[in-house]
């Protein structure tokens, strides 16, 4: 891994350069007391202090609606247009964090199961993640509890760490390095410095094995009711996470022409698993409380090789319940007798 440094007024010509050169260029803005990524404009609107965005990056590559395909019919004939990878634009995502960038793997094992999918992947392609290590975090944050850090690269193209008054720049991948070299001249050599003393210290909160130890033999386990209790089923611990990748299809048409639409869905709202008979297998919110942590902690790590959760906390933070997901591994992991 390539290591160079880069001052804040060369960090702001860089990303001038790559927006000037027709990048599109996610970045997050602040808005009263939220942040969130936005396609800026310029540099200035960028927030560099925010602690963590409210919505996750994953809607750069996984649009909260997206057209699948159109068809107009015209006395009887239906013609299809197919999706068109070539409108897609070269896109840049700064100043996301180590624990959204790593969402992306994720991501991917889940659209590439089987029949790889043609958006998510042509989306990736165009897309290159420039990551802000954390320098500071909140309660909710639990990176560290599931195998990531503040400073993790996993993910990311290019990983930027503020040292003094610049960054230090870990060039990760061959997307990173292309645009690294482009502009060779507005960086200078790494400085020997420790990364680890300007990151955040974000305390484990419970331990992966013994989590996983347990939570695979639990399916009856009574904690999913009293873990549920006051849950909602509002999904939005859903449409905030980096790696929840549940989704509806929709058809929107009018007339003889219409398409064909993917829109975001939450295994945690009651209507997801209801059958055309009338049955549904998920009846009651425990059921799916349950299903989302077995999701993310059992069954894929177990057929994609990937946990489904990176510890950002935002679930946490937006539940208008204040129900707290790392407080829930952690008594998990805590129990004595789990049923098999």
């Known amino acids: 891994m390539e290591r160079k440094y880069i001052s804040q007024d060369s960090l702001k010509t860089w990303l001038s350069k790559l927006n000037d050169e027709g990048k599109h260029i996610y970045a997050p803005v602040a808005k009263g007391d939220k942040t ?20 996750s990056a994953k809607a750069i590559a996984f649009p909260r609606t997206e057209k699948l395909f159109s068809y107009t019919k015209n006395k009887g004939d239906v ?42 992947n042509e989306r990736m392609k165009r897309t290159t993640l420039i990551a802000l290590s954390c320098s500071q975090c909140d309660e ?35 997307k990173g390095k292309e645009l690294v070299s482009k502009y060779e001249n507005l960086f200078d050599a790494a400085p020997e ?66 398409s064909r ?30 299903q989302r942590l077995l999701h993310k902690f059992s069954y894929m790590p177990e057929r994609l090789s990937v946990r489904g959760c990176t510890g950002c906390g935002r679930c946490s933070r937006a539940c208008p319940v204040d129900m707290n997901i790392a407080e829930h591994l952690s008594s998990i992991s805590k129990l004595e007798n789990v049923e098999k």
Not at 220 to 242: D, H, I, M, T
Not at 272 to 279: I, L, N, R, Y
């Open 36 to 55: 969130d990524f936005k396609h800026i404009k310029s540099v200035g609107e960028i927030s560099m202090e925010h602690i963590q965005t409210t919505q």
């Open 79 to 120: 013609s299809l247009q197919d999706y068109d990878s070539s409108v897609i634009p070269e896109t840049v995502v700064f100043g996301l964090h180590p624990c959204d960038a790593a969402g992306f793997r994720p991501l991917s094992n889940i659209f590439n199961w089987g029949t790889p999918d043609t958006p998510f």
């Open 140 to 174: 909710a944050c639990f990176c560290t509890s599931v195998n990531g850090s503040p400073g993790n690269t996993e993910g990311s193209d290019i990983l930027l760490t503020k040292i003094k008054d610049g960054y230090l720049v870990e060039v990760v991948t061959d």
């Open 193 to 258: 410095v420790n990364k680890e003393e300007f990151l955040a210290n974000v305390p484990q909160k419970f331990g992966l094995e013994e989590l996983q130890q347990r939570i695979s033999n639990m399916f009856e386990s009574e904690v999913w009711k009293q873990q549920s209790a006051r849950c909602l089923g509002c999904g939005a611990c859903a449409f905030v996470c980096p790696t929840c990748a549940c989704f509806d299809i929709q058809e929107d048409n009018k007339g003889s022409k219409g």
């Open 261 to 290: 639409l993917r829109c975001w869905d939450s295994c945690g709202f009651s209507l997801f698993t209801v059958h055309t008979s009338g049955h549904n297998p998920r009846e009651v919110q425990s059921q799916r409380w349950r």
